[in-house]
């Protein structure tokens, strides 16, 4: 129970970093979750994450296991809210402002110039969950393979996650 | 419909009022649905194929609105459409919609997740779900790189961007508002937007 406030804290500040999706705020998470308040270990921040891949819908609901696990099923609604309210307000905003902005120049300026910094994040996240999600020869190809097959075919990749669950179950327990 | 309304309707919001119950059905729908990440396309096959209640033109602004914004695509498009459609309370329903079959999948997931006794197999299937998971994300931004990414200055952010976490840990915060702010000053807005360009063609021709 005590931890709600910190909970609300933390998944309201992340929510403001996701920038062009939830891998741009992973470094910062894995910071705040990891290091700072010692909730998950990197493993099962890393474990987490994964499942969220797994869910329909949007994939950083798994801010709600993080909740879940640190504080019950309270824990999930507050992490849950607290990441999902706030810049739904904010996108509510702009939304109605939007065409009224059409006319300001730095509209565009902002679009332009957010774009490759949205992908550099998303690079830097995932770089960062790499180094946690690949230990070894298999872990390695099971990610490669899973690239060239999403690049180059039309195939839901929850299969591949799927693919990836059975591989796992049978070749990396401990 | 109060004139107010009227005047600040986008195209979208002019067609025949969609009540809340009808755009949180939908959205449920795609919530529970669309697996495998890319709700993006899930959305334009039920919100413009479908329901015919957005054309592409208007789908694509959505988009572009989302992606400029913080928060995910999912929900900011369900914001964006259910507002477009109905209002504040379309908003809030599609954002519902959206959210909870994930809320309770996830949530579920904690709780087979703590139960020690299957912890030892969620593990391991989860260690080659991340294996898998880093492919897919690997994939998705590859695609949206190789779509989006234009010209040398692009490449500098995206790699700015990837050393100012990787290499010199200033975290997240500085290096959005850093790389961000110099990436966006770089794309100022021209006094007149055609003539430097001209001008600088010319410069390039001049040197030939």
Same mark, same amino acid.
């Given at each position: 129970?005590?931890?709600?406030?910190?909970?609300?804290?933390?998944?309201?500040?992340?929510?403001?970093?996701?920038? =062009? =999706?939830?891998?741009?705020?992973?470094?910062?998470? %894995?910071?705040?979750?990891?290091?700072?308040?010692?909730?998950?270990?990197?493993?099962?921040?890393?474990?987490?994450?994964?499942?969220?891949?797994?869910?329909?819908?949007?994939?950083?609901?798994?801010?709600?296991?993080? =909740?879940?696990?640190?504080?019950?099923?309270?824990?999930?609604?507050?992490?849950?809210?607290?990441?999902?309210?706030?810049?739904?307000?904010?996108?509510?905003?702009?939304?109605?402002?939007?065409?009224?902005?059409?006319?300001?120049?730095?509209?565009?300026?902002?679009? %332009?110039?957010?774009?490759p910094v949205a992908i550099g994040l998303a690079v830097a996240g995932l770089i960062t969950f790499g180094k946690t999600a690949i230990t070894g020869w298999l872990t390695l190809l099971v990610g490669v393979i899973t690239f060239v097959l999403v690049v180059r075919t039309k195939i839901n990749?929850?299969?591949?996650?799927?693919? =990836?669950?059975?591989?796992?179950?049978?070749?990396?327990?401990? | &419909?109060?004139?107010? /309304?009227?005047?600040?309707?986008?195209? #979208?919001?002019?067609?025949?009022?969609?009540?809340?119950?009808?755009?949180?059905?939908?959205?449920?729908?795609?919530?529970?649905?669309?697996?495998?990440?890319?709700? *993006?396309?899930?959305?334009?096959?039920? !919100? *413009?194929?479908?329901?015919?209640?957005?054309?592409?033109?208007?789908?694509?602004? &959505?988009?572009?609105?989302?992606?400029?914004?913080?928060?995910?695509?999912?929900?900011n498009m369900a914001i964006l459409a259910g507002d477009r459609l109905a209002g504040w309370l379309g908003a809030t329903g599609a954002m519902l919609g959206m959210c909870l079959p994930a809320f309770i999948f996830m949530t579920a997931a904690g709780m087979i997740y703590s139960e020690s006794?299957?912890?030892?197999? #969620?593990?391991?299937? !989860?260690?080659?779900?991340?294996?898998?998971?880093?492919?897919?994300?690997?994939?998705?931004?590859?695609?949206?790189?190789?779509?989006?990414?234009?010209?040398?200055?692009?490449? *500098?952010?995206? &790699?700015?961007?990837?050393?100012?976490?990787?290499?010199?840990?200033?975290?997240?915060?500085?290096?959005?508002?850093?790389?961000?702010? *110099?990436?966006?000053?770089?794309?100022?807005?021209?006094?007149?937007?055609? /003539?430097?360009?001209?001008? /600088?063609?010319?410069?390039?021709?001049? !040197?030939?």
């Amino acid at each position: 129970m005590d931890q709600l406030p910190a909970l609300a804290r933390v998944f309201a500040y992340l929510s403001l970093l996701t920038i =062009g =999706g939830g891998m741009a705020a992973f470094p910062e998470m %894995k910071v705040l979750i990891v290091d700072v308040h010692r909730w998950l270990t990197a493993e099962q921040l890393t474990h987490v994450y994964s499942t969220g891949q797994m869910s329909p819908g949007p994939n950083m609901m798994m801010v709600a296991e993080v =909740g879940y696990l640190v504080s019950g099923v309270l824990g999930a609604l507050v992490a849950a809210v607290a990441f999902f309210v706030p810049t739904g307000i904010l996108t509510f905003a702009v939304g109605r402002i939007w065409e009224r902005l059409a006319n300001w120049p730095w509209r565009d300026s902002i679009q %332009k110039g957010l774009g490759p910094v949205a992908i550099g994040l998303a690079v830097a996240g995932l770089i960062t969950f790499g180094k946690t999600a690949i230990t070894g020869w298999l872990t390695l190809l099971v990610g490669v393979i899973t690239f060239v097959l999403v690049v180059r075919t039309k195939i839901n990749p929850v299969f591949f996650i799927l693919g =990836g669950a059975v591989i796992g179950l049978f070749a990396l327990r401990q | &419909m109060s004139t107010a /309304q009227t005047a600040a309707a986008s195209p #979208a919001a002019s067609k025949t009022a969609v009540s809340p119950l009808e755009i949180f059905v939908t959205f449920l729908i795609i919530g529970a649905t669309s697996f495998g990440g890319g709700v *993006v396309a899930y959305l334009r096959d039920a !919100l *413009v194929a479908k329901k015919k209640w957005f054309d592409d033109v208007e789908f694509l602004e &959505m988009t572009s609105i989302s992606n400029t914004l913080p928060g995910l695509n999912a929900t900011n498009m369900a914001i964006l459409a259910g507002d477009r459609l109905a209002g504040w309370l379309g908003a809030t329903g599609a954002m519902l919609g959206m959210c909870l079959p994930a809320f309770i999948f996830m949530t579920a997931a904690g709780m087979i997740y703590s139960e020690s006794h299957a912890r030892p197999l #969620a593990s391991a299937a !989860l260690r080659g779900v991340a294996a898998a998971a880093v492919g897919l994300i690997a994939a998705t931004w590859f695609k949206i790189g190789k779509k989006s990414l234009r010209g040398f200055y692009d490449a *500098v952010f995206v &790699m700015a961007a990837i050393l100012g976490i990787n290499y010199f840990k200033w975290g997240v915060p500085i290096t959005l508002l850093a790389v961000g702010a *110099v990436a966006i000053f770089t794309y100022r807005p021209h006094k007149a937007p055609e /003539q430097p360009a001209q001008e /600088q063609e010319d410069w390039i021709n001049s !040197l030939h």
